[in-house]
Each structure stands twice: as structure tokens, then as C-alpha cells.
């Protein structure tokens, strides 16, 4: 079946610091790629997406590159500040028809130190 | 425009009692999702709509657990006798659907954090 594998945390950063969260995946055939955001005290917010190999999806300074060979997409970000501190979580959707059940990672917390 | 909304936000019940939990989608989504948020098991699926029909139902648990979904719109999540082990947050996501093709994007409710004592 779909799995997704993203680092333990807790991550602790000091702001300005350079940002990696690792997420791989297992899945057949051509999955859509997500990270979603989980802000304290907050719903979960699609941060980015990539629904195919080689796909960079952006989005408030973060990036992560769709990677076939590797199965991963890894999430990061140059400079990151105390207002990312939040649970990021990796996520896939292999449809089935119309089916885009999201298969998440466990999700990895952030913590950005002034 | 209004997002996703849950209610109620928070629940405590004892166990063995029945709770409702409900979702109302953002307007004109037609696919409906209910997800489970516990520490123990991280982010899991459960339930599946399309309009008002549930192709995949692959998620719930147990037979304890039910939902459905009417005119379309509003869902309700039902878990009857509960237990211990069903304290977590619920989550629900409304989308697009077919329309939305494989980039359909879903979005996602504050959830409801059910705690069964």
C-alpha cells in the first residue's frame, strides 16, 4: 500500500537558519505530492504540491522537488523564521477515479528560536 | 469565502455514549473527506464522499463508526459506543472532486477533538 516516511522530530532552528524536513514515499504508479501545515491552535493548510516527477512546488519561501528516483520530496527553506514554527506534515494521493484520499507522514514539529 | 467549518469544536463523553460530529464543506465542493488525528496513529483516513455516496469507506475503524452525507453538503460523523481509544481529533476536508482533476486540492476543517472518559 501508499506509505510516507517523513524525519522524526522535534526540528529546533534559530532564525535565519537553513530548513530540511526529509520525506520519502512508497506508492505505484505516479502519486501527487503535498506538504501540509499545521500552525499551532490552527487547521491543516496546504503549504505546497507537486503532481509529477521533477515538479518544484513553492510557496511562502519553501520548496520541495518532486524526485522519481529517489521517491522523495523533501521540504525546504533558506531562511526560516520564528513564524514557521509549526507540525509540517508530507502527504501523497495515488487516485482512484475520483478518490484523492491524502496518505500523510507523521508529521515532524518545528520550533524557530529568535 | 467560508472555509471549511466543524462543530462542535471540542466533545467529552463518557464511554459507552453515542456522539455526532459534524462538517459543513465549503459551497460547490463535492468531494467530502473525514480524517482521524490521534499521537498514536498520526494522520489517518476513514471515510470517503462523492456527492452522497461513500465509494470508500476503507478507513473506519470499526462498525462503530458510520457517517453520512446529505443533500451533497453537510456530513455527520456518528460513533456509537464509544471507547477510550476513539479520543482524537476529526478532521474534514471538502474539495472539488472530479472537476478538480489529480491536482484537486483539499481543505481542510479546524476538527473536532472528541475526548471519550
Known amino acids: 500500500g501508499n506509505s510516507v516516511t517523513q524525519m522524526e522530530g522535534p526540528v529546533t532552528l534559530s532564525e535565519e537558519a537553513f530548513l530540511t524536513i526529509n520525506c520519502t514515499y512508497t506508492?505505484?504508479?505516479?502519486?501527487?505530492l503535498f506538504w501540509y501545515v499545521q500552525y499551532p491552535g490552527e487547521g491543516l493548510q496546504l503549504l505546497l504540491k507537486?503532481?509529477?516527477?521533477?515538479d518544484k512546488g513553492s510557496n511562502k519561501g519553501f520548496e520541495a522537488t518532486y524526485r522519481k528516483e529517489t521517491t522523495s520530496f523533501h521540504l525546504e527553506k533558506g531562511s526560516v523564521q520564528v513564524s514557521d514554527s509549526a507540525v509540517y506534515f508530507c502527504?501523497?494521493?495515488?487516485?482512484?477515479?475520483?478518490?484523492?484520499?491524502?496518505?500523510f507522514g507523521k508529521g515532524t514539529l518545528l520550533t524557530v528560536n529568535p | 469565502g467560508a472555509g471549511v467549518s466543524q462543530s462542535p469544536s471540542n466533545k467529552v463523553t463518557e464511554k459507552g455514549k453515542d456522539v455526532e460530529l459534524r462538517c459543513d464543506p465549503i459551497s460547490g465542493h463535492t468531494a467530502l473527506y473525514w480524517y482521524r488525528q490521534s499521537l498514536g496513529q498520526g494522520l489517518e483516513f476513514l471515510i470517503y464522499f462523492q456527492g452522497n455516496s461513500a465509494p470508500d469507506k476503507s478507513g473506519l475503524p470499526s462498525d462503530r463508526f458510520s457517517a453520512e452525507r446529505t443533500g451533497g453538503s453537510v456530513s455527520t460523523l456518528t460513533i456509537q459506543r464509544t471507547q477510550q481509544e476513539d479520543s482524537a481529533v476529526y478532521l474534514c476536508?471538502?474539495?472539488?472532486?472530479?472537476?478538480?482533476?489529480?491536482?484537486?486540492?483539499?481543505?481542510f476543517g479546524p476538527g473536532t477533538r472528541l475526548t471519550v472518559l
Open positions: 506508492a505505484t504508479g505516479y502519486p501527487s
Open positions: 507537486a503532481t509529477k516527477a521533477d
Open positions: 476536508a471538502s474539495s472539488l472532486g472530479p472537476s478538480g482533476g489529480s491536482t484537486d486540492t483539499q481543505y
Open positions: 502527504a501523497l494521493t495515488r487516485g482512484g477515479g475520483s478518490n484523492y484520499k491524502l496518505t
